[in-house]
């Protein structure tokens, strides 16, 4: 379902994404609006569930979490009981932080994040591999983070120019 935003939603949206923990006030003066319209625009965005929630961002490697994996998963059946069986399963491991249904060669890829080699190779034996519908994992190492950014591209929208 898409829903028509104007530009000043877009602004607003921008604004959130730059920085959830700014003032209604604020975003209200970057956008050109009184604070209460501001407000209500910002509600009315929250209910249609645009904004899915506001969240602080977390350095990983400040935290001690210094390995990223990105692990592709083979299942070894896909019967109505086994795809909702692992991503059930992977719902609770919070090494996972992101997990796709994938097209192609694999069925599932997951951003795994931990604290060394030696805490996947655990997650991996441990969980992921523990799990019946699991035919084969292939893990990626990622050497360094390039680009990260939870920002949605808002000038790709449908009906606006990119």
């Known amino acids: 379902m898409r829903f028509n935003?104007?530009?000043?939603?877009?602004?607003?949206?921008?604004?959130?994404?730059?920085d959830a923990g700014v003032s209604t006030t604020e975003i209200a003066k970057q956008v050109g609006l009184s604070q209460s319209?501001?407000?209500r625009r910002i509600r009315r965005l929250d209910a249609l569930g645009i904004i899915r929630g506001r969240v602080a961002l977390l350095d990983p490697h400040l935290l001690g979490l210094e390995v990223t994996v990105?692990?592709?998963?083979k299942l070894s059946e896909h019967g109505t009981?086994?795809?909702?069986?692992?991503e059930a399963a992977i719902e609770g491991m919070d090494e996972v932080v992101e997990a796709y249904a994938m097209?192609?060669?694999?069925?599932?890829?997951?951003?795994?994040?931990?604290?060394d080699i030696q805490a996947y190779?655990?997650?991996?034996?441990?969980?992921?591999?523990?799990l019946h519908t699991v035919r084969e994992v292939h893990s990626q190492i990622a050497l360094k983070?390039?680009?990260?950014?939870?920002?949605m591209p808002l000038s790709l929208?449908?009906?606006?120019?990119?």
Do not use: N
């Open 81 to 86: 009981q086994a795809l909702p069986e692992f």
């Open 5 to 18: 935003l104007d530009d000043i939603d877009l602004r607003i949206l921008d604004a959130l994404q730059r």
């Open 145 to 151: 983070q390039v680009k990260h950014t939870t920002r």
């Open 70 to 73: 990105f692990a592709s998963i």
């Open 37 to 39: 319209p501001c407000w």
């Open 121 to 130: 190779e655990r997650f991996l034996r441990e969980h992921l591999l523990q």
């Open 157 to 162: 929208m449908p009906g606006r120019r990119a």
């Open 103 to 115: 097209t192609g060669e694999v069925d599932y890829l997951l951003h795994v994040v931990t604290r």
